[in-house]
């Protein structure tokens, strides 16, 4: 009966995996370089789409309508990197999604076309009307452009965003702005929810992303301190270093292996009880007792529990980390 279960659970997962994968692969993903005028007139919108909030979730949904009230085809243009990753590449931005989870999220989103520009030193130095001129009207006969409530692009020290209205008007495009999102009185953006991650409020940054917080990594050898106090953990490490993970702390989460959630926390930081001086991303999964050494996991961050602190023995910190365990159980419950 066991080895049924496991046959079905391999079978589920599977599928899933298939499917996420099979989005991507349907989900259209050009060159904007490569491009020559296409057959019919598009509506496009630009941006980075970093995390695809909610903010991002209510463009792409007005993208999807408005371009069907005009006939025209919906394309999303973005980048490969983030601008910073090159204007300041010695403090290159923290992200909320990897170029894989950002395609996959879009993707899901049901986004159809996406149109990349390779951000490199020529792309930064392109002013947003000449960027408008030789991408979008040029190669992608872009009917309609969706701007963001905030949205703007082009060089910054070569800002002539303002002058889109006249490259419209002769060029024969329509501008439209989509409204902003609040939540909880805050206009959604992907700088807002960054800020909260970096301040350890997880409940402000999953309600602006309209989903829990994830972070995907692979698990290393650690230091083995949480198998010594019968709390093994796994040392998580990011195959993206520009990946952000939030402010140093112990969390809830729920983590998923082969296709199963795990209620789950971390410690994020030091480990002051044990002299750690070397900051670490340690998940204890509760109730799972199978080796994870070389797998990939991912992990939602659910809420905070509290701030690192050091403890007198590691009697005091078994005790305090069985007290977290009941705290998180209780907060992925919710």
């Not at 090159?86 to 990897?98: D, G, I, N, R, Y």
């Not at 195959?239 to 952000?244: A, E, I, M, S």
């Not at 070397?278 to 999964?285: G, I, R």
């Amino acid at each position: 009966m066991f080895g049924i279960a496991k046959i079905l659970l391999f079978f589920i997962l599977t599928k899933f995996l298939y499917f996420c994968t099979l989005k991507v692969l349907l989900m259209k993903i050009i060159n904007i370089e490569d491009i020559n005028i296409l057959d019919r007139e598009t509506m496009v919108t630009v941006g980075m789409f970093d995390g695809l909030h909610l903010g991002h979730r209510h463009l792409l949904a007005t993208l999807s309508e408005q371009s069907k009230k005009r006939d025209q085809t919906p394309i999303v243009v973005t980048f490969d990197r983030h601008p910073r990753q090159v204007l300041h590449p010695e403090s290159p931005m923290q992200l909320l999604s990897t170029a894989d989870e950002r395609m996959q999220m879009l993707a899901d989103f049901g986004v159809e076309t996406v149109a990349m520009v390779k951000f490199d030193v020529e792309a930064a130095s392109m002013s947003a009307c000449r960027f408008a001129e030789n991408y979008l009207c040029s190669r992608l006969a872009m009917k309609t452009l969706l701007l963001g409530y905030d949205n703007s692009f082009g060089s910054k020290s070569n800002d002539d965003f303002a002058r889109l209205p006249e490259v419209a008007e002769r060029h024969g495009f329509d501008i439209l702005h989509d409204s902003a999102v609040y939540v909880n009185g805050v206009d959604v953006s992907s700088t807002k929810i960054r800020r909260a991650l970096q301040q350890g409020d997880i409940e402000a940054a999953n309600a602006m992303l309209g989903y829990p917080y994830r972070f995907s990594g692979h698990v290393v050898h650690g230091r083995h301190i949480g198998t010594g106090l019968g709390f093994p953990t796994a040392n998580l490490v990011s195959d993206d270093r520009n990946k952000l993970l939030p402010a140093n702390g112990v969390y809830a989460l729920r983590a998923m292996v082969d296709g199963v959630t795990w209620p789950a926390m971390a410690n994020l930081g030091m480990q002051p009880t044990f002299d750690g001086h070397q900051s670490a991303f340690e998940v204890h999964l509760i109730g799972f007792d199978k080796n994870l050494y070389g797998r990939q996991i991912t992990v939602e961050f659910v809420g905070r529990i509290r701030d690192i602190k050091p403890f007198s023995s590691p009697m005091e910190l078994k005790a305090q980390l069985m007290k977290d365990s009941v705290d998180a159980m209780n907060m992925t419950k919710k």
